[in-house]
């Protein structure tokens, strides 16, 4: 008689509790919902914003509420954020804290949640990690700061050292460059501002932690990083949001400046609940000698758009970005990269790595331009993508505009797909589906992801773990 | 309970079409067997059915692993049970170095965070490669990507070696290879036999069996085994031709 080998079918499950938790709304300040000139007046109230940043955020809800969407040619699910449905500003009420003892129990509690190794933790104690609108922690480590490093919050920045911040906030991203860039200048809050002085380099990553953990708060982060003549660095920031019905907005600027000869390497890794808008800009501008790289990884949100850019505006400026956008079913990735040309011998590398699961959607939008007048630019562009399935979907809008002679640029594009051979193959050597699945995804960016600084590497690897085995099945 | 790999009166079909007829193969632990068949004959239907393609269903019939059904089972699950099909035409996996997937097969069998022990693991793996004379380079370059037929048939049987299958299924590993490429491979094949494990050679031509000499050979037609002998049947098999055994069976 034959009986059943093993009852047991390969868990794939995963723990679906993992991000799916929030804590109690004791807010010191709310603004209430929706986003009039009253609540700009709240929000520079609680935050004791100084007057140029009073006058600052009402213009900029000008142009907010002037600009249209730009449906003409990005997605149309854009018309389904109710503006005036979201929270524009929450705040514990509580300074930043100094100390890891300091730090909220919630807080704590929640880097937990998110399998942050303790170690790693550890390592978070020279970090500024954001918790909804404030920095909740924000500890510089004592050898940054006697180097002169400023690492402070974004409201710190633009009260304590006006000189630096004044200079260059907005004047990498423009308020009136996009309506969602606008939307930030009009309510940011929280994100981090970060001066290394010239020569400075900072051995240690510095690193932020983002969440959202309230229904239908917009979290709006503005992140100024400045690297002087010389110096460098390497931010990252990692994302995880707790899972709600109702939609949930993120849209953040973050502006790098890096001087003559800097060198800043910015780092992201986003696993966003799937209910996320997350309209993103990002751009940096680099002067001569200098270099800035944008490390991009895009996991969840129902809709992102982000398009990391350089100005490429001093002589043998070098830019690049390297991105990893994952969409699952019923998300869209709409992705890429914006490098501006604007001196000679400039060069840029953009290496775009999409997945599509199920109806999940990937779109890169490339834009690179070398103007007529400028010698010995280089730009070289690779796209990939990886389709999992025939429903899936992915697009690639690559626009490179190079006149003059002197100018090289290279494209490649490629599409290949997970067959139902190769997972089968997999799993005849024991690994589940989702593993399987998880193995192909995590070989298709591996050349990427060794680029990357070790922890990121790892934990990018988790969350495709993670994402892979929660598709299945 | 019979220590072996046993099909019985196994019918299967790929999109509605039967392919095996009730077919009936024991093969005991420890020894070598052998299926010879023409193209078309379904022996490649067999080693996929056995390993739970999706694409095939059982029409009726069983497979016994060690006494136990594994029909209805996830291929990966009959993999654990200790399974192997060393694939004709074996996936390429970009990205994914030879060493981190084997790795990650052997993870598969244990529990959860009890992974293999990073030491434990290349000791284990380098000294396979040199009971199957494999150059330590090897390991590094991405699964299949690129390699030459010799290439992906070494790989299989590497695979074989790491994952200490109950059983294994080698279907057609001669194809594609030249004669230094089939010595390699068929040496592989003989250090690995032994009392733990059971071996299925699938394959269209004699010449492999001159290598890998099998305790058992059994003709394929049409989906059903029709005729079984010692390894000598697969010298009179190719003197004769497979229109011997066909004449054989509609006689």
């Known amino acids: 008689m034959s009986e059943t080998l093993s009852q047991d079918k390969p868990d794939l499950k995963i723990d679906q509790d993992q991000g799916n938790f929030s804590y109690p709304e004791d807010y010191a300040f709310d603004a209430g919902t929706g986003l009039t000139e009253k609540t700009i007046d709240y929000i520079c109230d609680a935050k004791e914003d100084p007057d140029w940043v009073r006058e600052f955020r009402k213009k900029a809800l000008k142009v907010f509420k002037e600009k249209p969407l730009p449906t003409h040619w990005a997605s149309k699910d854009l018309e389904s954020i109710h503006f005036d449905d979201f929270r524009y500003y929450l705040s514990k009420g509580a300074k930043p804290k100094r100390t890891w003892d300091e730090v909220p129990d919630d807080v704590k509690k929640t880097f937990e949640r998110l399998g942050i190794p303790e170690k790693e933790r550890a390592f978070l104690a020279g970090v500024e990690a954001q918790f909804d609108s404030e920095a909740a922690y924000s500890n510089i480590k004592k050898a940054v700061a006697e180097q002169g490093v400023i690492f402070v919050g974004s409201r710190e920045g633009l009260k304590d050292h006006p000189e630096i911040f004044r200079k260059w906030f907005g004047k990498v991203i423009p308020t009136a460059d996009n309506k969602f860039s606008a939307l930030n200048s009009a309510v940011f809050s929280g994100g981090s501002f970060i001066y290394v002085p010239k020569g400075v380099k900072v051995k240690h990553p510095l690193q932020a932690y983002f969440r959202i953990n309230a229904e239908n708060f917009g979290q709006f982060e503005r992140t100024l990083i400045i690297v002087d003549e010389g110096a460098e660095l390497t931010y990252m920031e990692g994302c995880t949001a707790p899972k709600f019905d109702s939609v949930t907005l993120h849209s953040a600027v973050v502006e790098l400046v890096a001087m003559k000869g800097a060198k800043l390497q910015y780092i992201t890794v986003q696993n966003w609940s799937p209910n996320v808008f997350n309209l993103v800009t990002k751009r940096g501008l680099a002067h001569e000698e200098s270099e800035i790289k944008w490390i991009d990884c895009n996991i969840g949100s129902r809709l992102t758009m982000k398009y990391p850019g350089v100005i490429l505006k001093g002589r043998k400026a070098r830019g690049e970005v390297l991105s990893i956008a994952l969409a699952n079913s019923g998300q869209h990735q709409d992705t890429g990269a914006k490098m501006i040309h604007a001196a000679d011998e400039t060069t840029s590398n953009i290496i775009s790595k999409s997945i599509s699961i199920g109806s999940g959607r990937a779109t890169y939008r490339g834009l690179v331009h070398i103007p007529r007048h400028l010698k010995g630019c280089k730009n070289n562009t690779e796209c990939d993508a990886l389709l999992i399935n025939t429903e899936s979907r992915t697009d690639t809008y690559p626009a490179i505009v190079t006149r003059g002679e002197g100018n090289s640029v290279q494209h490649e594009a490629s599409v290949s797909k997970v067959s139902a051979e190769q997972i089968f193959y997999m799993q005849q050597r024991g690994l589940t589906e989702g593993q399987a699945m998880s193995l192909s995804v995590n070989g298709f960016v591996n050349d990427l992801v060794r680029q990357f600084p070790m922890e990121y590497s790892v934990e990018l690897k988790r969350l495709i773990d993670l994402e892979m085995e929660g598709s299945v099945g | ?251």
Request: glycine share 10%; no cysteine; net charge negative.
């Open chain 2, 1 to 251: 309970m019979k220590i072996a790999l046993e099909i019985k009166g196994l019918k299967a079909a790929i999109n509605g079409t039967e392919i095996l007829h009730g077919l009936n193969l024991t093969i005991p632990k420890g020894e070598v067997h052998a299926i010879m068949g023409k193209n078309g004959s379904g022996k490649s239907t067999l080693a996929k059915v056995m390993a739970g393609h999706p694409d095939y269903e059982v029409t009726g019939g069983d497979v016994l692993l060690d006494g136990k059904t594994i029909l209805g089972l996830d291929p990966d699950v009959r993999a654990r049970e200790g399974l192997f099909l060393a694939f004709q035409y074996p996936s390429e996996i970009p990205g994914v170095t030879i060493a981190n997937f084997m790795r990650a097969a052997l993870n598969a069998r244990r529990p959860e965070g009890q992974e293999i022990d990073a030491v434990e693991y290349y000791n284990e793996l380098y000294k396979k490669m040199d009971l199957l004379k494999i150059d330590r380079s090897f390991t590094s370059r991405a699964v299949n990507d690129g390699f030459s037929g010799g290439e992906k048939k070494k790989n299989e049987i590497l695979q074989m070696a790491m994952l200490e299958p109950k059983y294994a299924v080698l279907d057609e590993t001669d194809s594609g290879l030249d004669i230094d490429a089939l010595k390699i491979v068929a040496h592989g094949v003989n250090s690995l036999r032994g009392p733990k494990l059971g071996i299925l050679v699938i394959t269209h031509y004699q010449r492999l069996l001159d290598y890998i000499v099998p305790d058992v050979v059994h003709v394929m037609v049409d989906g059903r085994i029709v005729k079984s002998g010692p390894k000598e049947l697969a010298l009179e098999m190719e003197k004769k031709g497979y229109d011997w055994v066909e004449n054989l069976v509609s006689a």
